[in-house]
């Protein structure tokens, strides 16, 4: 069974710095996903970015880029630049891909933007 | 481009009483579908899936249920509301179960009272 581990509750920076949000997970699986959901207050949530892992290029989008360190099984998201908008959860997931239907969700980390 | 809709969008419904809660993705063909619920500041929990027409995968027993009588159609219901039925339900779809990226509705804010 995969499992997937968020550290840090609560989190907060300042308006344009930049934040790192930490992810372990644990699979036995050798062919996996990984994704990086965000939920603002709204609570829509949002696919922020995704990780094959068998791609060693960590993935970008815009501000939001990945840290994915196979061998330790951490996939930690970084923020740029924040803006008062990135104020949301933030949910970890892994997908063992295959005939395995489901996501493994972490708990979440409240990450606040303080203008 | 897909695009997944839920309704209600919030709903407020007595103990006992029943409910239905419908979810429809369109712009696709044969998704994965899912149900989960999410309590107040907590994380998500799975409650079913289907991978085709009539077929539903439950993970939680409990007092709900869910049905697609169309491919694009997910319904979650049940036949008496408690109170611990309360919480915000999401539907999502999937594309590619071999990937399994999924894409999330709006949500239904649920309050049982």
């Known amino acids: 069974a995969q499992t997937v581990t968020q550290s840090q509750p609560e989190m907060s920076v300042q308006e344009a710095e930049t934040v790192t949000l930490s992810c372990t997970y644990d699979t036995s699986e050798s062919n996996y996903y990984l994704f990086w959901y965000k939920q603002p207050p709204s609570r829509q949530m949002i696919l922020v970015i995704r990780?094959?892992?068998?791609?060693?290029q960590n993935a970008t989008e815009n501000r939001f880029s990945v840290n994915f360190q196979k061998a330790a099984k951490s996939f930690s998201l970084k923020i740029s630049d924040s803006q008062l908008g990135d104020t949301a959860m933030y949910f970890c997931?892994?997908?063992?891909?295959?005939?395995?239907?489901?996501?493994?969700f972490g708990k979440g980390t409240l990450l606040t933007v303080n203008p | 481009s897909q695009t997944i809709h839920q309704w209600p969008a919030t709903l407020v419904q007595p103990v006992g009483s029943p409910l239905s809660l419908e979810c429809t993705v369109e712009?696709?063909?044969?998704?994965?579908l899912y149900w989960y619920r999410q309590a107040a500041g907590r994380g998500l929990q799975l409650l079913f899936y289907?991978?085709?027409?009539?077929?539903i995968s439950s993970e939680v027993p409990q007092n709900l249920s869910a049905s697609r009588p169309q491919d694009r159609q997910f319904i979650l219901s049940s036949k008496k509301l408690l109170l611990s039925d309360s919480g915000f339900y999401l539907c999502?779809?999937?594309?590619?179960?071999?990937?399994?990226?999924?894409?999330f509705g709006p949500g239904t804010r649920l309050t049982v009272l």
């Open positions: 289907s991978v085709g027409i009539g077929q």
């Open positions: 712009g696709t063909s044969n998704p994965n």
């Open positions: 999502a779809w999937s594309p590619d179960p071999r990937e399994n990226e999924q894409f």
């Open positions: 990780q094959e892992a068998y791609k060693q």
């Open positions: 997931a892994a997908s063992s891909g295959g005939s395995n239907y489901k996501l493994t």
